[in-house]
């Protein structure tokens, strides 16, 4: 890993949103917390116990639980729905986008188990399209945290944000290097490391990967600047372009489709601003399956390996 | 109510004398004036679906009479707007395709001008075909049109005044076609479950839909029996009988606060007070031609005066 990054440990981004969700709860008396049947897997237990009066258990019933959250939402609450990423998406896509992205509610929908590293339940529900869908729709905020600290900080600062959120989180343990208390600015980039021969800009779990290919890159003498993007919509542009200015290519890695996630958030903004060599870390049109999360992700080209070659084939691209 | 004569201002009605001097909400119309109301709102309807040839008449002027029974007299809300409507009670239209009641029913009763009824459904409106939050139209408190959501937001607005401990309750009108949507059902089953006892909701029981009578396209079967076995409290009336309506709309308040929500099927007749439009489903989506327009205008008294 990076020094200036040490890692502090290993927690679950899903274990950063459950004590999020508790804080804020505690600070802001309008937060009220909704679940479709998984409050344990979503680590909401906490903020259930201390708040039983602000807690919606509504069933296997995804699509009346955002309903409800935008009714909350109305009468001035601020609803945190939780559910595994797949049925926070698309099986609600016409729920969130007129009740709650066209109704322009304060709804935080909150999304566990994201991607393949979901693991052994498999493809059904291992999310791979979410970041697509839900940046498509106008209004939405759509942030995936890149660890246990970021997950937590981003949690209780979108409680202060006027509008609906798609959070996006997920199941394994996974390595801790964001510092603690950092203040999270939704849409603002952060410099991991300063470099000068390619950008790679990572964002949720393929944060931590990414840092150990600018490491191994750094032993083969190519300097990769590396970006933290954890907010996919609205993206920040100036921290994207100010770096490609410099390097003149990009990889960008994210537990997701290739087709419209971070990558293609990035390829449209160089295409109209900056056209540069792109290569993209992502799924490749496929569905996943049943694995560990660490042999999916290798299985499916998500791995720091998959990184640093990326990073080379660019550079011979520009 | 007040009438100028030589000697000054005569109050001719006790009950407004009393109003002005307690501060007390608005005095209540009775039913003949409500029924006079509800003649305008129809003519509102006709001419907004009319002017701008599109736009759903038939449930609009099937729920004419209950929507002019809820804002005029049942409901208890205010002008200026206010999206939390804390203190008030609050009304969500599920079937947002019945927009043009809706619009008539929320400028009469002085939340935008009536002047504002000309633009429905035309560009850079306010008025949106169905119903929306988006250009800030005063009166709506969430997107509607895509049926099957409208309860839950209800049941979720309720729920955050239990939380509050507000007194409002939260009243939600659907179409009966859209009670096939399953996302209706998931939204009553959990109604029951959290005893939201602060929710009254109204179905406009009018057997029609686009394709057809429900019988035929997809049988409801004994609604009533189906709300009472999900565990609601179920009233019938005939929404079309103003009287009906308002002593119904009385009585389930009267059942509320008591650990089950409430519901009313509610009879009505597709296209009331439109001779040519009822005891069909063809008006549902259909604009009356030049022709048509005035015939039913001529069936329906102007009483308000037209925008």
């Known amino acids: 890993m990076l020094k200036d990054y040490p890692v502090t440990g290993k927690k679950a981004t899903r274990d950063g949103f459950g004590d999020g969700l508790l804080e804020i709860g505690r600070r802001n008396h309008n937060v009220v917390a909704l679940c479709a049947d998984l409050a344990g897997s979503l680590k909401m237990n906490a903020f259930i116990d201390a708040f039983p009066e602000r807690y919606v258990q509504v069933g296997i019933a995804e699509a009346n639980m955002m309903g409800i959250a935008a009714g909350l939402a109305t009468v001035g609450k601020i609803p945190y729905t939780g559910t595994f990423a797949n049925f926070s998406t698309g099986r609600v896509y016409d729920q969130i986008r007129q009740s709650i992205a066209y109704s322009h509610k304060n709804v935080k929908i909150c999304a566990s188990h994201a991607g393949l590293t979901l693991g052994e339940d498999g493809a059904t529900h291992q999310i791979l399209e979410d970041i697509g869908m839900m940046k498509m729709l106008p209004g939405m905020t759509v942030i995936n945290p890149c660890d246990y600290q970021q997950t937590k900080a981003a949690t209780m600062a979108i409680a202060e944000h006027h509008g609906p959120v798609y959070l996006r989180f997920g199941r394994p343990s996974w390595p801790i290097f964001m510092p603690e208390n950092l203040p999270f600015v939704i849409g603002k980039g952060i410099l991991i490391q300063e470099g000068s021969d390619v950008t790679i800009i990572a964002t949720g779990h393929l944060v931590a990967y990414a840092m150990e290919a600018v490491a191994s890159l750094e032993a083969q003498g190519i300097s990769a600047e590396l970006i933290n993007i954890h907010t996919i919509k609205p993206l920040d542009e100036e921290i994207i372009l100010d770096s490609v200015a410099k390097t003149r290519c990009v990889v960008t890695a994210e537990e997701h489709q290739r087709n419209g996630g971070l990558g293609d958030s990035v390829a449209q903004l160089l295409a109209r601003r900056m056209p540069s060599p792109q290569e993209y870390v992502a799924v490749n049109d496929s569905f996943g399956e049943s694995g560990t999360p660490d042999q999916l992700l290798k299985k499916y080209g998500l791995s720091p390996e998959a990184i640093h070659e990326a990073a080379k084939t660019v550079i011979g691209r520009k | ?307």
């Open chain 2, 1 to 307: 109510m007040l009438v100028a004569t030589e000697e000054g201002i005569l109050i001719k009605d006790c009950l407004l004398l009393l109003e002005l001097c307690s501060n007390q909400p608005i005095i209540m119309p009775d039913i003949q004036e409500l029924k006079r109301i509800a003649s305008q709102v129809r003519r509102d309807i006709i001419r907004m679906v009319h002017q701008c040839q599109s736009g759903h008449p038939g449930g609009s002027l099937g729920c004419t009479d209950l929507m002019v029974a809820l804002y005029f007299k049942v409901m208890r809300h205010k002008q200026p707007f206010s999206m939390e409507g804390r203190g008030e009670d609050l009304f969500f239209l599920s079937n947002g395709h019945i927009s043009p009641v809706w619009y008539s029913v929320l400028s009469r009763s002085g939340y935008f001008p009536t002047s504002e009824l000309g633009t429905f459904r035309r560009i850079n409106s306010r008025l949106q075909g169905h119903p929306t939050t988006h250009e800030g139209l005063p009166g709506v408190r969430v997107a509607s049109g895509s049926l099957g959501q409208g309860l839950s937001v209800a049941i979720g607005a309720a729920l955050g005044k239990r939380m509050d401990k507000d007194p409002g309750m939260v009243y939600v009108l659907t179409g009966d076609g859209e009670l096939q949507e399953g996302q209706i059902w998931e939204a009553i089953m959990s109604a029951a479950h959290h005893k939201v006892d602060n929710l009254i909701a109204m179905v406009d029981w009018n057997g029609q839909q686009i394709d057809g009578p429900t019988k035929l396209v997809m049988s409801l079967g004994d609604l009533e029996a189906k709300w009472k076995a999900f565990g609601w409290i179920v009233l019938q009336m005939d929404g079309n009988d103003m009287e009906e309506v308002i002593n119904t709309l009385d009585q389930a308040k009267r059942l509320s606060g008591k650990q089950q929500p409430v519901a009313i099927l509610m009879k009505t007749e597709m296209g009331k007070g439109v001779d040519f439009m009822e005891g069909s489903h063809h008006w549902h989506g259909v604009a009356p031609n030049d022709e048509q327009k005035d015939i039913a205008l001529a069936q329906l008294e102007e009483t308000l005066g037209d925008y």
